[in-house]
Structures are given as C-alpha cells and as structure tokens.
C-alpha cells in the first residue's frame, strides 16, 4: 500500500501565497506523474497542476503564472507554491500521484485525503 500525505492549506487573504506539500510513502518501486487537483463546494474535481518523474509540468488555465508544481524525486514528494491567491482558488486540494507498487510492479493511482485551501478576507 501507498500513502499520500498533504500538508500547507490553511486561510489566507486575496494576494497571499501557500505552499502545499504532499509525501508519498509506502511500497513504491517508481512514481510517474503526480499532481494537484482541487474541489470546490458544489463543483466537479479538477486538474490544477501536474508534474511527470523528468519535470515537464501542466497547469490549467486559471492558475497559469501564479502557481508552480515541482517535486523532489529522492523524497517523494509534490510541492505546489500558490501565489497571488484569489477567493476562486477556495476549495480543498488533493495530491495524486501514478505509482509503480515495488511488490508487483503494477500501475496504480493513488489519491491523498485533501487539505482544505480558503482565500477570504
């Protein structure tokens, strides 16, 4: 089994920035790509940000030029910096991450519990 673990949301003010980090830990030969979602009340998850193990990163439209995923390969971990935050932005942000299993070798997506992001004055 695999887990992934989220840490950094919290409350910040229009303008603020936040750091989101997730840590995966648990039976893992490799990890492929790994990423941010998000959820807002009453809507549908979606991609934020993502990251393959070589670097190559993807961001939806509406966080381009203001948030930026990277990760550390050696620690397993995806970091997500949020800058320039807007009451939009508000919803709770899931880590994901496509792993190889080290006691099968097989594919398997994993999805961390979430952390709670809120942008309000």
């Known amino acids: 089994q695999v887990q992934l673990v989220e840490s950094g949301g919290g409350l910040v003010q229009p303008g603020g920035s936040l750091r989101l980090s997730c840590a995966a830990s648990g039976s893992i030969f490799s990890i492929n790509a790994m990423g941010w979602y998000r959820q807002a009340p009453g809507k549908q998850r979606e991609l934020v940000a993502a990251i393959t193990s070589g670097g190559s990163t993807n961001y939806a439209d509406s966080v381009k030029g203001r948030f930026t995923i990277s990760r550390d390969n050696a620690k397993n971990t995806v970091y997500l910096q949020m800058n320039s935050l807007k009451p939009e932005d508000t919803a709770v942000y899931y880590c994901?991450?496509?792993?190889?299993?080290?006691?099968?070798?097989?594919?398997?997506?994993?999805w961390g519990r979430g952390t709670q992001v809120t942008v309000s004055s």
């Open positions: 994901n991450a496509d792993v190889v299993e080290a006691r099968n070798y097989y594919f398997r997506d994993y």
